[in-house]
């Protein structure tokens, strides 16, 4: 039986009361998660992984309540999909919880050692970043994902989930709470936002001092409110304008796989490809984007991109800078690498971009010189991924120029302090 709700109710309309109230439960419950060992915060996850099973058909009920919600409203297809829950989705997240259980804890890693000639030992020691407040689109699994890596790694989460998910949100909060409160951890651990008032976004964002780190995981309305109101230190989970550059060196077939692969594979996600730039040297080029469009991509091109294929339609300014999330790319055809990387500088959005090509000397060039949080060779960029990148699970893809770029997870989710160790030192 699914206990009530664990999150406060919300009665008020002062929300920079109600997050300082929220934050300072968090930060209370954060000490006790610092002081919990490596076995015992494990432990709770596991707990948690068992009680997201057992009560199975309270979170499918409550997700059936958003998704005949979202129907009703509208929601695309692609929408709903990342909405829904089903017992194999379920099951899949209740793994990804044992499976952060089973990740080495950070905590306390010792990043490196020093010993200074007047005898002082230092060490950089991994530490908490503290009380994390997480806003994230309307995709249940992100509740726990992000919870736990945050638990994980000894922080206090405060979740900010999307409104069309908060049935879901609610019911994976409530079992993921009772399970670790089994274990000894707090309930302020992990708090759910109690309102879906924006207004409480942008004072979750001013909570300078009671909130250590946001994490805001969306697209240009988020952005847009981030960049107004944030005074809190921000790792941003931004949109995914991702580009492919097709080099003249590049194998045929690969470039055609990796590109269709790259656009089509899940359009809606934050790493599917937006722009395909083609190198005027490449020799296949008609060929590629035939297969694009045979696989049911709309495409639009600037004119030299137009001459490859009749169905292509002309590009307008504003799509070098669009992210699409659905079965529509611009190509651009490209005089080589050097405007390749120019373009890629203008337009992208920091998240993932791709060279394919057989030339070390382009690959290294485009390793080097794109500055995304991720880059990559002869691959999809759709494997920007926390799972795909070996690390258990991801709270997104960070988008921006901090410590933590990429896929973040547990290492992302601390910082480090210096120890320093003497034996009565004092300073000429
Ligand atoms: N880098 C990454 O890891 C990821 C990035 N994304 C990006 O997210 C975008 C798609 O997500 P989408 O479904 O559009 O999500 P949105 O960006 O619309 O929403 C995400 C969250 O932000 C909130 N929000 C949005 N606008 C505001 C605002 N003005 N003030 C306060 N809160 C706001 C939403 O709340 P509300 O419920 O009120 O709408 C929701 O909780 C794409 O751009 C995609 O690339 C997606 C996944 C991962
Ligand atoms: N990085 C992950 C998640 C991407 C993601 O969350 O996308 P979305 O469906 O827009 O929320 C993946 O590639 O599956």
């Not at 793994?95 to 060490?123: F, H, I, M, Q, Y």
């Not at 490859?308 to 992210?323: G, H, K, N, V, Y």
């Not at 880059?375 to 926390?386: L, P, R």
């Not at 921006?400 to 300073?427: C, D, S």
Request: hydrophobic share 45%; proline share 4%.
């Amino acid at each position: 039986m699914t206990q009530q709700t664990t999150t406060k109710p919300a009665p008020t309309t002062d929300y920079t009361a109600l997050i300082s109230s929220l934050a300072k439960d968090a930060r209370a419950a954060q000490m006790r998660l610092a002081r919990m060992s490596d076995i015992e915060k494990a432990a709770a996850l596991r707990s948690a992984a068992h009680a997201l099973r057992a009560q199975k058909a309270d979170i499918l009920a409550a997700n059936e309540k958003d998704m005949a919600a979202g129907r009703e409203s509208g929601l695309t297809d692609a929408l709903l999909d990342r909405l829904k829950l089903d017992e194999d989705r379920l099951e899949g997240i209740a793994s990804a919880v044992e499976a952060v259980a089973g990740l080495p804890d950070p905590v306390g890693e010792v990043l490196s050692t020093d010993k200074r000639p007047n005898g002082l030992e230092l060490s950089r020691v991994r530490v908490p970043v503290g009380v994390i407040g997480i806003i994230y689109e309307s995709r249940p699994n992100v509740t726990i994902d992000a919870a736990v890596l945050c638990v994980r790694a000894g922080n206090a989460a405060i979740l900010r989930g999307g409104s069309e998910a908060v049935h879901s949100n609610r019911a994976l909060h409530a079992a993921l709470a009772e399970g670790m409160a089994e274990k000894g951890v707090p309930e302020a651990a992990v708090q759910l936002m109690p309102t879906q008032e924006r207004e409480a976004v942008g004072a979750m964002l001013k909570a300078s001092g009671e909130i250590d780190m946001i994490v805001p995981r969306g697209g240009k309305g988020l952005v847009e409110r981030v960049q107004n109101d944030a005074r809190v230190p921000v790792l941003a989970h931004l949109d995914g304008i991702c580009h492919t550059y097709i080099d003249a060196s590049a194998d045929p077939e690969m470039a055609r796989e990796v590109a269709v692969n790259a656009k089509m594979r899940r359009t809606g996600i934050c790493g599917a490809m937006e722009t395909l730039l083609i190198d005027s040297d490449f020799a296949n080029g008609e060929e590629v984007v035939s297969a694009i469009l045979d696989a049911g991509c709309e495409v639009v091109g600037n004119e030299a991109a137009q001459a490859l294929d009749s169905r292509i339609s002309a590009a307008q300014a504003s799509d070098w800078d669009t992210e699409y999330l659905e079965p529509k790319l611009s190509v651009a055809v490209v005089g080589g690498l050097d405007d390749a990387l120019e373009h890629i500088a203008r337009h992208s959005s920091g998240h993932t971009d791709v060279v394919i090509s057989s030339d070390d000397k382009v690959t290294e060039r485009f390793l080097n010189e794109v500055d995304s949080a991720i880059v990559m060779v002869n691959a999809s960029s759709q494997f920007a991924d926390g799972g795909e990148f070996g690390l258990g699970a991801e709270i997104g893809i960070a988008t921006g120029r901090l410590h933590a770029r990429g896929p973040v997870a547990l290492e992302g989710l601390t910082t480090y302090k210096w120890q320093v160790r003497g034996t009565g030192q004092t300073r000429p």
